[in-house]
């Protein structure tokens, strides 16, 4: 199904096109929060690749036409050229939201909002081919380093066998969604981030912390726990094993290309 396109127009304001500007968008009860960039002009084309992952079950890709409304008053409205049509691929983070809630609110009794990881032109997912979903919330706070290391230690996801293939895989990805989670329900703010490597297709995923003494923190508790650094250009090498002062070395380190961080 991975050729099904669903349409949707949307007319924008001339100071709304000029700018950008973000948009819900509601499909079968879920909204989708969408980044509409910046100098869009009538007839441009907005993609959202692999959104119907989240609004219908299946993989497709929704796609949006923009209509700019004409400014009066003398000045002249933007329209595109006659059969010049424009493309814009959305590389955003798609919010992930239940009906009749705010933006930012999807669950009336605890104010939790949940998203999915848009990421490399498609929906992040686990070993098991499910979305990854973060579970925000909106009381958490950045932790000080100690607070920080006291629930890594009492947090049990380390412990989780790491499972590569089958049905009930279970693999970095799974390891950084469940310690995000853990944090975020204890009121500690946690970021999900993902690690490209150069020349390799296969990248990682562990957790960032912002403290509130000690500044960016990277956490990877896939099958370990560890203090990470990591550094565009330079290799991934290990981590100080939490409670122990220890530092892990990894057998094959790679080069870290790229670092995302989602919120």
């Known amino acids: 199904m991975s050729n099904i396109t669903v349409n949707y127009k949307l007319t924008l304001s001339s100071n709304e096109a000029m700018s950008g500007i973000k948009k819900v968008l509601t499909r079968k009860g879920k909204r989708l929060e969408i980044t509409i960039p910046a100098a869009v002009k009538t007839g441009t084309l907005v993609r959202l690749s692999g959104a119907l992952q989240i609004t219908d079950g299946y993989y497709g890709d929704i796609l949006i036409q923009i209509k700019v409304k004409s400014r009066r008053r003398g000045v002249l409205a933007v329209t595109a050229m006659a059969g010049l049509l424009i493309i814009i691929i959305c590389s955003v ?3 992930y939201f239940v009906p009749n809630s705010g933006s930012e609110n999807i669950n009336e009794g605890t104010g939790e909002s949940t998203r999915y990881i848009y990421h490399s032109g498609g929906i992040e997912c686990g070993g098991d081919g499910k979305p990854i979903e973060l579970v925000n919330n909106p009381d958490a706070t950045n932790p000080t380093y100690a607070d920080l290391i ?3 230690m009492y947090d049990t996801t380390d412990t989780n066998s790491y499972i590569e293939e089958g049905p009930g895989a279970y693999v970095c990805a799974d390891f950084a969604e469940d310690v995000h989670n853990n944090a975020e329900a204890v009121g500690i703010r946690a970021a999900w981030l993902a690690i490209e490597f150069e020349g390799d297709e ?10 509130t003494d000690r500044g960016l923190v990277y956490i990877d508790c896939t099958k370990w726990e560890i203090i990470a650094y990591i550094e565009e250009g330079k290799e991934y090498d290990g981590g100080i094993i939490i409670g122990k002062q220890e530092w892990l070395e990894f057998e094959s380190p790679s080069i870290v290309k790229d670092i995302y961080i989602f919120w």
């Open 93 to 95: 983070v798609i919010g």
């Open 150 to 152: 006291a629930f890594i």
């Open 202 to 211: 296969e990248g990682h995923a562990l957790n960032a912390f912002e403290t």
